[in-house]
């Protein structure tokens, strides 16, 4: 059985790739360099010559608050292409399982919290990611389709904000823990007094790490067959405040952290409810705080060769 990870060099890829090796299962991971998945003749002729059983879509243009609200043409129009090619590539190459990966802002901006799979498009989205969010929901509404007019066992995943080794570690473009990972260390480095980070810091976040959502997709391919995607997080949260003092503590920063509150905060609250996947198996067991000492640990001995 020869198993697709699209994507495989980024963040969630690479550690969706380390499992499966480890389990002896056949992987072809896929990036730019080995076939542009803008490009959908080279996508279904890819395809079309291997013909895997499995294809794993972890391959998307994703980035922080501001790069999402400075770039969302870039957003919306290149995660709609690579996903349609991708999934309908596989379909041409008859492709028996797909597993799509989505993002938790595809959730309203004010939801109950913590947030079930059923509130989906119950309300507005967050204007800061909205082009992402409707990229990946309508990513969602072809898994449906496709299962609906041909019969495909193909499933939807929702995590939650994945952090972990192999990040992108760009302050400008990366998520919020790699890019507090790089400033407080930068920060620390350069004999900092202080450091100045987005908004108040009181939205509350959670986080999944890397190896754990890798977990999770191969406990699914297995055990989750429905037109229902499924929420995947760890089922804990924290502020932003809070996570930045950890952060900073574990990086060794010294210096005051400041907040510029003219900058956005995003969603005020982002939790999701577990429970489904929770029920049917699968459960989270990397910890916030053995996850970022081992992400900071990763960072400092990769530091030449990473993104920051």
């Known amino acids: 059985m020869t198993i697709v990870v699209a994507g495989h060099t980024g963040l969630v890829g690479s550690a969706i790739l380390e499992l499966l090796e480890e389990k002896g299962q056949s992987v072809v991971g896929v990036n730019s360099s080995v076939v ?30 501001g790069f999402n609200n400075s770039k969302p ?19 041409a190459a008859n492709v028996e399982r797909f597993i799509f990966l989505g993002s938790s802002c595809i959730y309203p901006r004010e939801c109950p919290q913590p947030i079930k799979e059923e509130y ?17 929901i309508a990513g969602m509404e072809m898994i449906k389709a496709y299962r609906r007019q041909y019969g495909k066992k193909w499933i939807s995943l929702m995590p939650t904000n994945i952090y972990g ?28 007094g202080s450091v100045q980070l987005w908004g108040s810091g009181s939205p509350r976040r959670e986080f999944l790490h890397s190896s754990d959502l890798a977990e999770a997709i191969y ?58 996947i929770m ?18 640990d990763w960072y400092e001995e990769n530091r030449d060769r990473v993104r920051s």
Do not use: C
Request: proline content about 4%; glycine content about 6%.
């Open 73 to 91: 043409v870039n957003f919306i129009s290149n995660n709609l292409q690579i996903q349609t090619n991708i999934m309908d590539a596989s379909f």
């Open 219 to 276: 406990f699914s391919i297995e055990n989750f067959d429905s037109d229902d995607h499924l929420n995947v997080g760890s089922g804990t949260d924290v502020t932003i405040k809070e996570l930045s003092v950890l952060i900073a503590d574990f990086a060794g920063f010294k210096g005051q952290i400041l907040w510029d509150q003219s900058k956005p905060d995003g969603t005020p609250r982002k939790l999701l409810d577990i429970s489904r």
């Open 36 to 65: 542009d998945l803008l490009n959908r003749k080279s996508t279904f002729d890819f395809m079309k010559d291997l013909k895997p059983e499995i294809v794993i879509d972890a391959a998307a243009i994703a980035g922080g608050i």
């Open 120 to 136: 989906l498009m119950t309300g507005k989205l967050e204007a800061t990611n909205s082009a992402y969010a409707v990229a990946k």
């Open 279 to 296: 029920e049917i198996g699968w459960s989270p067991k990397i910890s916030l705080s053995e996850g970022i000492h081992q992400t900071i």
């Open 165 to 192: 080794p192999r990040d992108n570690f760009n302050e400008e473009t990366a998520h919020v823990i790699p890019a507090l990972i790089s400033k407080f260390i930068k920060a620390r480095d350069r004999g900092d």
